[in-house]
């Protein structure tokens, strides 16, 4: 939300595209999504998607 809020829209939409596909393959998720991932191993999930 931060990045649109900026003026950085692509990069909104490639973060929030990253967090959609983990969130979808359903191996990493957060408790209150859940799963049991911690928020640092839901970051490298969704970084691993950006690159």
């Known amino acids: 939300m931060i990045l649109s809020y900026i003026g950085e829209a692509k990069a ?4 929030e595209g990253a967090v959609r ?8 998720l957060t408790p209150d999504l ?10 490298e999930a969704i ?4 690159q």
């Not at 909104?12 to 973060?15: N, Y």
């Not at 596909?21 to 990493?28: A, H, S, Y």
């Not at 859940?34 to 970051?43: C, H």
């Open 12 to 15: 909104a939409k490639r973060v």
């Open 21 to 28: 596909k983990v969130i979808q393959k359903g191996d990493v």
């Open 34 to 43: 859940g799963g049991k991932a911690r928020t640092m191993e839901m970051a």
């Open 47 to 50: 970084v691993g998607e950006l």
